[in-house]
């Protein structure tokens, strides 16, 4: 280990000292042969969450940033937590012009005065990684420059090794802590807060995004000049419109709020259901209002993901969550993985009945706090959602927040069903099948070359009884055998949609090839 490693271990370690952490980072071997049951709720106090908070604020950018991801994590880390995590406040002390310009001429190549025909000396907004400048282009555009600190990658990249090297040790020595799998935790956040410091990142992003919304004149997104962007600096059109609060408190005719409240909602189910790439961080302040009623998406350096399969099992869980589908709802959850098949469904059942009970006892129209006790029951049993499903919930939530202030009556639940429903809806369309990937046809080419092989193999390998299978049915009984062949043979037939081949449905070839091997079975068996 390195000095400079070591020094810096030695703050880390001095700060949770200071803050009341050792006692539960320090479960020891000893500890553990003396079969201390010690929990971490038994050695802190209600003082948890604020102490954490001054901890992570006190060690500098890394552990901020820590935090603000633990903070969209209530499902790992617990609502109190969560929220008072939500409170870290993200700056630090403004670097000068001189250090601006060095970094902007070195990463783009040229002098500053040669770039820019105008560049402000004072900063428009400071935080721990960068900063922002306003400046003009020699073409004429009025731009904003974000530039990143200088230093800040190495400073990051030392923090994550040894964050990395404390979390694999309490997930060692500490088996409450090893629940909430905190190496798992920080590989999350490694990831995480490395695209965050790749401006590159952010403007892909800000390019992708614009095109989902170009032919959506209510919804706007910054330009961004490529030829003035590196990984470290970050040229973007210079947005001037008026904040959200400033929109809730105007009393005149100058905003239409209701027509405002639909274009913010309609847009970020978009976002969800329709691109499956979203604003992961749509609070009020990264939303301004530009003339004409238009909204404008700011800071787009965390984005959330969905695939196609992923995008279309989360509609049906909206669907099923809308609709108070309990059995549906632990069904769908199931099959997507999030739930395990060995999970106390009758006791999950009744706590997801009296959850919708308590929210759905009168007609709402917004889900006021319903995600986020969904988030705390999931905690309750054990499961740790997909990161991506987390950073919706919470994003749905401040969108929804922002809808009802600008229109109190606005129904969410209503403007989710249709979108949700049609994409749902997709899963049964035939036409999809056709569409696939060329590697998907390539392989139902070789699958279909092998199907006469394998089918020999396999005859083969039972006439020889060197093949056997293991049915939870009885499979003595010659009703049984009959019924599955049956079955596959009725149900290989009726299919009408994928991708075909011998003027049939490969789904349904593989249906005949299943009822071939279960026929030669029950032949052998009862001659």
Not at 102 to 116: K, T
Not at 248 to 260: C, H, N, V
Not at 344 to 370: E, K
Request: glycine content about 6%; charged content about 25%; some cysteine.
């Amino acid at each position: 280990m390195d000095k400079e490693t070591k020094e810096r271990l030695g703050e880390i370690r001095a700060a949770i000292k200071k803050y009341g952490f050792d006692e539960i980072l320090g479960q020891t071997a000893k500890s553990k042969i003396r079969n201390d049951e010690t929990t971490p709720e038994a050695l802190l106090d209600e003082s948890i969450p604020e102490r954490l908070r001054l901890m992570l604020q006190e060690l500098g950018t890394t552990f901020i940033k820590l935090g603000q991801l633990l903070s969209t994590r209530p499902d790992v880390v617990g609502e109190r937590i969560a929220n008072e995590l939500a409170n870290l406040q993200d700056d630090n002390p403004a670097i000068s012009y001189e250090q601006v310009k060095a970094i902007v001429e070195r990463e783009l190549n040229g002098n500053i005065d040669d770039l820019f025909e105008d560049f402000t000396h004072e900063h428009l907004a400071t935080a721990s990684i960068g900063q922002v400048h306003e400046a003009k282009l020699i073409t004429g555009e009025r731009v904003a420059v974000k530039i990143q600190k200088e230093g800040i990658t190495d400073k990051i990249d030392l923090d994550l090794r040894i964050l990395k090297y404390i979390a694999n040790r309490a997930d060692k020595w500490n088996a409450n802590l090893r629940k909430v799998n905190l190496p798992g935790i920080m590989e999350e956040f490694d990831r995480s807060i490395h695209k965050e410091i790749d401006y590159n990142n952010e403007f892909m992003n800000m390019q992708r995004i614009e095109m989902n919304f170009i032919e959506n004149p209510d919804v706007h997104i910054p330009a961004t000049y490529a030829s003035y962007c590196t990984s470290k600096v970050l040229t973007m059109e210079f947005i001037e419109g008026t904040k959200l609060n400033d929109v809730y408190a105007s009393t005149g005719d100058e905003f239409d709020k209701k027509r405002l409240a639909k274009i913010v909602l309609d847009s970020y189910l978009q976002q969800l259901f329709i691109d499956g790439f979203f604003h992961g961080d749509p609070h009020p302040g990264n939303v301004l209002i530009l003339e004409g009623d238009v909204v404008c998406y700011l800071d787009l350096g965390m984005m959330g993901f969905f695939d196609e399969k992923f995008k279309r099992d989360l509609s049906e869980v909206m669907l099923l969550f809308v609709d108070q589908d309990v059995d549906g709802l632990i069904n769908q959850l199931m099959y997507m993985d999030i739930l395990d098949y060995d999970i106390d469904t009758s006791s999950l059942r009744r706590d997801l009945n009296d959850l919708f009970g308590r929210y759905f006892g009168v007609q709402l129209n917004r889900f006021d706090g319903v995600l986020e006790a969904l988030l705390s029951l999931m905690q309750e049993y054990g499961v740790i959602l997909p990161n991506e499903v987390v950073t919706m919930a919470r994003g749905l939530s401040m969108i929804e927040a922002i809808a009802h202030n600008l229109d109190p009556e606005i129904d969410v639940f209503e403007s989710i069903k249709p979108v949700a429903a049609t994409i749902a809806k997709q899963r049964l369309d035939p036409k999809k099948y056709l569409k696939g990937k060329k590697s998907n046809i390539i392989l139902y080419e070789h699958m279909l070359q092998a199907l006469p092989k394998l089918l020999t193999r396999t005859i083969h390998k039972i006439d020889n009884e060197e093949l056997q299978f293991r049915f939870e049915v009885d499979i003595t009984d010659k009703v049984s055998i009959v019924a599955l062949v049956s079955a596959l043979l009725i149900g290989s037939s009726v299919v009408s949609f994928g991708p075909t081949a011998f003027d049939m449905p490969v789904i349904s070839l593989i249906g005949y090839l299943i009822a071939i091997i279960l026929s030669i079975i029950g032949i052998r068996k009862f001659m």
